[in-house]
């Protein structure tokens, strides 16, 4: 059985930072993609970073976020930094496992950043 366990979540202050980190637990898997999502209260879930197996990343908010893709721990780690009120959501860790044709969620883990 496959689980995603995520860590890192809080409270911080505007401009401040926090780190997440996702892991794998269980198996077999393989990784077509994994990432971190989040969703704010009332809304859908958002792309915050994703790595493909192919090496590509897609990052919405490179810059204030920094993203890492272990390939061989299969871990995601996402540094967030110069927070802001409106980045308060829950995060997501994400696996898509195409091969054995799974997706994969974390449980989410609660940010929020105060202003």
């Known amino acids: 059985q496959v689980q995603l366990v995520e860590s890192g979540g809080g409270l911080v202050q505007s401009g401040g930072s926090l780190t997440l980190i996702c892991s794998v637990s269980g198996g077999p898997f393989t990784v077509y993609a994994m990432g971190w999502y989040r969703q704010r209260p009332g809304e859908q879930y958002e792309s915050v970073a994703v790595?493909?197996?192919?090496?590509s990343t897609v990052e919405s908010l490179k810059g204030r976020f920094n993203f890492f893709f272990d390939n061989v721990k299969n871990t995601v780690t996402l540094q967030m930094n110069n927070m802001k009120p409106e980045d308060s959501a829950t995060y997501l860790c994400?696996?898509?496992?195409?091969?054995?044709?799974?997706?994969?969620w974390g449980q989410g883990t609660q940010v929020t950043v105060s202003s």
């Open positions: 994400h696996l898509d496992d195409r091969d054995y044709g799974r997706v994969y």
């Open positions: 790595a493909f197996s192919d090496g």
